[in-house]
């Protein structure tokens, strides 16, 4: 794809505003995603973090789930992170029954299990490909508990993996949006734009 990547951001509840920001400043163009027909000149999307409960819910009052992971399923990029990374795994615990997800990404995740005193944290982080460490931002973060064959971990904190890329799918446990190092939204871009 040679012309400048559309990119959605799924805009039904969280930090969406900031992933439009980091994505702006690469020079994307971005499109806010909150109704079926927001996905259809998308050549990707992103997930942001939030309240996965509450963002599965939004995505079956707004009719979005099945258009999505149609979308997901023939191909389009998408990148997860936090509630979104919850949103793209295979399995999901700690999470309530009516709970829905992609599999988009075969990983397994547990939801918040940084536990109460790390609830939430900041560190840095060596990500594959880059030459100087990321300082990441978690807020009530997932935990990724199972890598499945044909999962790239990019990144690991404390024994388990924060960022991970399959072929189309790239999802993070930590909060790239809410810093001003662009690096990880740029590899996004990268994967769109391949
Ligand atoms: N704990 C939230 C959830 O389970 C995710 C937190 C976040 O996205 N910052 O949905």
Excluded: W
Excluded at 77 to 103: E, K, N, W, Y
Excluded at 148 to 153: I, L, M
Aim: net charge negative.
């Amino acid at each position: 794809m040679s012309a400048r990547a559309r990119i959605g951001v799924l805009a039904l509840q969280g930090a969406f505003a900031a992933h439009e920001a980091a994505l702006k400043r690469l020079g994307a163009d971005v499109r806010e995603v909150r109704l079926p027909a927001d996905l259809d000149d998308c050549d990707a999307l992103v997930m942001p973090g939030g309240e996965s409960t509450t963002m599965s819910k939004l995505l079956e009052s707004s009719g979005l789930f099945d258009p999505l992971a149609k979308r997901i399923t023939d191909g389009m990029p998408v990148f997860g992170t936090c509630a979104g990374m919850i949103l793209l795994a295979s399995h999901v615990s700690d999470a309530r029954p009516d709970q829905r997800s992609f599999s988009a990404i075969d990983i397994d995740v547990q939801r918040n299990a940084y536990g109460r005193q790390v609830d939430s944290f900041e560190t840095d982080i060596a990500v594959k490909g880059m030459t100087e460490p990321l300082h990441a931002v978690f807020i009530r973060a997932p935990r990724v508990t199972r890598i499945g064959d044909g999962v790239e971990v990019l990144a690991e904190h404390a024994g388990a993996a924060v960022l991970v890329r399959s072929k189309t799918v790239m999802a993070a446990a930590f909060h790239p949006e809410l810093t001003d190092d662009d690096r990880v939204h740029q590899m996004f871009i990268d994967m769109v734009e391949a």
